[in-house]
C-alpha cells in the first residue's frame, strides 16, 4: 500500500503518541487501583459503594470527560494531559474491581498458612496475596488496555495527536488508505499491548508454568 | 457546571420533540437493543456449540479476541463510507452503526456462552448421559440451563458497552443520547455535554440493574440458591472472568 | 515474591513510562508536530497554528505554517480542532496563537449584530468586532462561503434558482448541515430571519463534509450546507442557491492570531500569502486534498515554493 508506505514516519509518530495516551494510564491507574482495591477487601462495607461508584465513571462517555475536565482542572482546553487524567480514571474504575476480585481469590488457607509463617501482614499482602492475584489482574489490565487504545483514538474528535487522526481525516476526504491504516494500526497495537502484558504476567507467575495449571 | 446542567435538565424545552429528551432515550434504546438482539442470535448459539462439541475454541476465540481491539470510531468511518452510498433513507445512518455495536457485543457474548457451557459440572453431563439424553438433550435440557449465570453475565457485559458506544454514532448523523453531546461539543455548550453524558452514564446503570434483574429470575433457583434461606460458599458462580470482560471501546 | 522479580516488574514498568513520556512530550526526533504537553506555542518565539475540523481549514493552516518556517518561525501544528465554538476558546486560552478564518462568519460570532455583506465592510466591522486580545491580518481575495445546496434535480423540481424561492416549500424539506447551525446566527435561525424558511427536519451532518455530500446524493436531505469552495459541488452536478438577502456575508480568508503573539516576520510572511491567494486559486489546491487525495502539507509546500514564499 504505497500511502501507507509514504507516510511511514507520521503513523511511526502518532503510534508514538497513541502508546503514551494509551499506556501510561494504565500503569498509574493500576498503581492507585491497587491500593484502592485493597482497601475494598480488606473493609468489607466498602466493597459495594466501590464497585457502585467506578461502574458509574466507567460509564460516562469519554468525549464527554476529554472536553469537561480541562474546565475542571483548570487545563488548557487543547492540553492531551486531559486525555491520559481521563483515560487513567476508567483504568482505574475498571481495575479496582478486578483487583478485590484478584485478591479475593486467594485461598483464606493460604493467607492464614503465610501467617502461621511468621509473615507479617504487610510482607504477606507483597509476597503472597498480590502474586497469586496477578493472574486475575492481569486479565483485567489486558481489557483496559486493550479499551484504552480503542477510547483514546475517539479524542480524535477534539484534534488530539494520535492514532485516531487518521479515521477523521479518512473520512473528510472519503479517502480509504489513512482510514484502514488507521485501524489496522489500532488494532495491532492494541494486540501488542496485550502480548507485554502476558509476557510480564508470565515473568512474574512461573510458579502457574512448573505446574502446569492454565494461568 | 452541576448548576448549569441541573437548568439545562430543568428546561422544558429539552424534554419535548425530536430533539428532546425523551425521544433521544427511545432512539439510544433502540439502537443498542437491536444490536444486542443481533448480537445474541449470533453468538450465543456459536458460543454453545464451541463449548459443547470443545471444537474450532482456539480459532473463535481469538477471532474474538482481535474483534475487542477494533477501534470503534475507526469502524464507524469505515462502514459509513462503504455502506452510507449504497444505502437509502434511514437505513443509510442506521446499518453502519448497528454493524460497529454488532460487533463490539459478539465477544462477551460468545465469550459468557463458551465459558458457562465449559463451566458446567462434569457431574451433571454425566448423569444427564446417564438418563440417556443425547448431545442435543445433554445441550438444551442441562448444559444451558447450567451455564445460564455466565451467558447472563456476557450479555450484561455486552449490554453495558453497547449503550455506552451507541454514543458515537452521532458523530456520524445517528440520533441517540449521543446527539446532546456532538451537538453540545459543537457549540461549546458544556451543559448539554454534561447533561448527555449523565443521562448516558444513568441509562448504562438502569439497564445493568434490569440484566441483573431478569438473571436473578430466569437463572433456576437450584443453581443461584435462591431458595436457600442460609447463603452457603460457592453459591455465587465465580464470575470473575466476565467481571473482566467488561470493557468500553467509545 | 524475590526482589529480582519485584526490581523487573518496576524496571519495566518505568522504562516504558519514559519512553512514552519522552515520546508525547515531543523529545523524540521523529515528533514534527506533535503537540507539546506545555500546551504553549514550543517554547520561547514560537507559535502554535490550529485549524478547524475540515480539509480547507487544514489546508489554509498548512500554508500559515510553512511560510512561517520558511522565515525561520518556530511553529507547532494543533491540526483539527473542531468548530469555531471550540477553537475559538482554545485561542484565548493561548492553547493556539494563530488559525486560518473567514471574515463574515468570525465576524457573526463576535458581532450578533454586524451589518455588512460586502468584502472591505464586512473587514472593517471584523476588526473593530474582535475582543482586545486578538486581532487579524490582511484579507486575502480567496472566499469561501457557506452555500445553500441542491441536487439539480431537486432543484429544477422546485423551480428553485435562489435561497428566496424557498419560501413556503420549505416545511417540506428535510435540511442537513453541521450541528453548529441549529443555533448559529448564519445558520438556520438566520434562514429563517432573513427568508422566512423553516424546514419540516434538521439533520445534524457534518461541516460540509463527505456525510452531507452523500446524504444529497441518496436524497436522505433535500438541501445542504456546503462550502462553495467545494469540489463536490462541480462532481455531482449540485446546485448552489443562489443568497440575494446576503446571509452569508463576505468570507474571505483572513489569519486570526493573539496580539501577544504576533511579530513583524510573522505579520509580513502571513501578509505575503494572504496576497497570492484567491478563490480560483484556494478551489484548485483544495481539489488536489480532497479528490487527487493528496497531502494537505505537500499542497501547501507546493503552493508556497510556486509562489516564491517558501
Not at chain 2, 29 to 58: C, E, M, Q
Not at chain 3, 204 to 216: F, N
Amino acid at each position: 500500500m504505497s500511502w501507507f508506505v509514504d507516510h511511514l514516519d507520521l503513523v511511526w509518530t502518532r503510534t508514538l503518541q497513541h502508546v503514551y495516551l494509551a499506556g501510561l494510564p494504565l500503569v498509574v491507574g493500576l498503581l492507585i487501583a491497587l491500593p484502592l482495591g485493597w482497601l475494598a477487601r480488606r473493609y468489607r462495607g466498602l466493597y459495594a459503594p466501590f464497585t457502585a461508584g467506578f461502574g458509574l465513571l466507567y460509564t460516562i462517555p469519554s468525549l464527554a470527560l476529554f472536553v469537561i475536565l480541562p474546565g475542571i482542572l483548570h487545563r488548557q482546553i487543547l492540553d492531551p494531559v486531559n486525555v491520559v487524567i481521563a483515560m487513567t480514571l476508567y483504568t482505574i474504575a475498571l481495575l479496582v474491581r478486578t483487583v478485590a476480585d484478584g485478591l479475593g481469590a486467594v485461598p483464606d488457607a493460604v493467607a492464614q498458612a503465610a501467617t502461621a509463617m511468621g509473615y507479617t501482614r504487610g510482607r504477606r499482602f507483597f509476597a503472597v496475596e498480590l502474586p497469586l492475584a496477578v493472574p486475575v489482574i492481569s486479565a483485567g489490565l489486558r481489557v483496559a488496555a486493550v479499551s484504552n487504545v480503542s477510547i483514546v483514538s475517539v479524542s480524535a474528535i477534539i484534534g488530539t495527536q494520535q492514532l485516531g487522526l487518521f479515521f477523521t481525516d479518512g473520512f473528510a476526504r472519503s479517502f480509504y488508505d489513512p482510514l484502514v491504516v488507521g485501524v489496522v494500526a489500532c488494532i495491532v497495537l492494541a494486540l501488542l499491548f496485550d502480548l507485554v502484558i502476558i509476557g510480564v504476567t508470565r515473568a512474574l507467575t512461573p510458579w502457574v508454568r512448573a505446574t502446569g495449571a492454565r494461568a | 457546571m452541576i448548576a448549569g446542567i441541573i437548568d439545562w435538565l430543568g428546561d422544558p424545552a429539552h424534554w419535548a420533540g425530536d430533539d428532546g429528551i425523551p425521544h433521544r432515550l427511545l432512539e439510544h434504546l433502540w439502537y443498542s437493543g437491536l444490536s444486542l438482539l443481533v448480537a445474541a442470535l449470533i453468538a450465543v448459539p456459536v458460543g454453545l456449540a464451541i463449548g459443547h462439541t470443545g471444537r474450532g475454541r482456539f480459532f473463535v476465540v481469538n477471532l474474538a479476541g482481535a474483534a475487542r481491539a477494533i477501534p470503534s470510531l475507526g469502524l464507524l468511518f469505515l462502514m459509513v463510507l462503504w455502506l452510507f452510498p449504497k444505502l437509502g433513507g434511514d437505513a443509510a445512518f442506521l446499518v453502519p452503526n448497528l454493524i460497529v455495536l454488532i460487533v463490539l457485543a459478539i465477544p462477551p457474548i460468545m465469550a459468557g456462552a463458551y465459558a458457562g457451557v465449559e463451566g458446567v459440572d462434569p457431574a451433571a453431563r454425566d448423569a444427564a448421559k446417564g438418563m440417556g439424553m443425547t448431545g442435543m438433550g445433554v445441550l438444551r435440557k442441562v448444559e444451558l440451563p447450567c451455564a445460564l449465570p455466565l451467558v447472563f453475565s456476557g450479555l450484561r457485559s455486552a449490554a453495558l458497552q453497547v449503550v455506552a458506544t451507541a454514543t458515537i454514532g452521532a458523530i456520524a448523523g445517528l440520533g441517540g443520547l449521543g446527539r446532546f453531546l456532538i451537538d453540545g461539543l459543537h457549540v461549546n455548550d458544556y451543559s448539554q455535554m454534561a447533561g448527555g453524558a449523565l443521562l448516558i452514564a444513568l441509562l448504562a446503570l438502569v439497564v445493568d440493574a434490569a440484566f441483573a434483574l431478569v438473571q436473578r429470575y430466569a437463572v433456576s433457583p437450584g443453581l443461584s440458591g435462591r431458595f436457600r434461606t442460609r447463603p452457603e460458599p460457592g453459591d455465587q458462580p465465580m464470575d470473575v472472568e466476565m467481571s473482566v470482560g467488561q470493557h468500553r471501546v467509545g | 515474591m524475590k526482589l529480582s522479580k519485584v526490581v523487573l516488574t518496576v524496571a519495566t514498568a518505568a522504562l516504558m513510562t519514559t519512553a512514552a513520556c519522552g515520546s508525547g512530550s515531543g523529545n523524540s526526533p521523529l515528533d514534527t508536530s506533535s503537540s507539546s504537553s506545555s500546551g504553549s506555542g514550543g517554547g520561547s518565539g514560537g507559535i502554535t497554528v490550529g485549524s478547524a475540523d475540515f480539509p480547507e481549514s487544514q489546508l489554509l493552516a498548512e500554508i500559515y505554517a510553512g511560510a512561517l518556517q520558511a522565515k525561520g518561525v518556530q511553529v507547532n501544528k494543533k491540526l483539527n480542532i473542531g468548530a469555531r465554538e471550540a477553537y475559538i476558546p482554545a485561542l484565548q486560552d493561548g492553547s493556539i496563537d494563530l488559525i486560518p478564518e473567514y471574515t463574515g462568519v468570525l465576524t457573526q460570532y463576535f458581532n450578533k449584530q454586524a451589518k455588512a455583506t460586502d468584502s472591505e465592510g464586512v473587514y472593517t466591522e471584523l476588526k473593530a468586532s474582535l475582543p482586545a486580545k486578538l486581532e487579524v491580518l490582511d484579507k486575502s481575495a480567496a472566499e469561501d462561503k457557506d452555500a445553500v445546496v441542491m441536487t439539480k434535480k431537486k432543484a429544477d423540481e422546485l423551480g428553485a434558482k435562489s435561497i428566496a424561492d424557498l419560501k413556503g416549500k420549505s416545511k417540506d424539506l428535510v435540511f442537513g448541515g453541521p450541528p453548529e447551525w441549529k443555533t448559529r446566527p448564519t445558520g438556520l435561525p438566520g434562514l429563517k430571519k432573513l427568508y422566512g424558511l423553516e424546514f419540516k427536519s434538521f439533520r445534524a451532518l457534518d461541516a460540509g463534509g463527505p456525510l452531507t455530500v452523500a446524504a444529497l446524493k441518496n436524497g436522505q436531505i433535500d438541501a445542504g450546507d456546503l462550502f462553495t469552495t467545494d469540489p463536490n459541488i462541480a462532481k455531482n452536478d449540485f446546485v448552489v442557491l443562489e443568497d440575494p438577502q446576503h446571509l452569508f456575508a463576505a468570507q474571505n480568508v483572513v489569519p486570526l492570531i493573539t496580539k501577544a503573539k504576533d511579530t513583524d516576520t510573522i505579520t509580513t510572511a502571513l501578509n505575503a500569502v494572504s496576497a497570492k491567494l484567491d478563490t480560483q486559486t484556494l478551489a484548485a489546491l483544495l481539489t488536489e486534498v480532497v479528490v487527487d487525495k493528496k497531502d494537505a502539507s505537500a499542497v501547501a509546500k507546493e503552493f508556497l515554493t510556486k509562489n516564491g514564499l517558501a
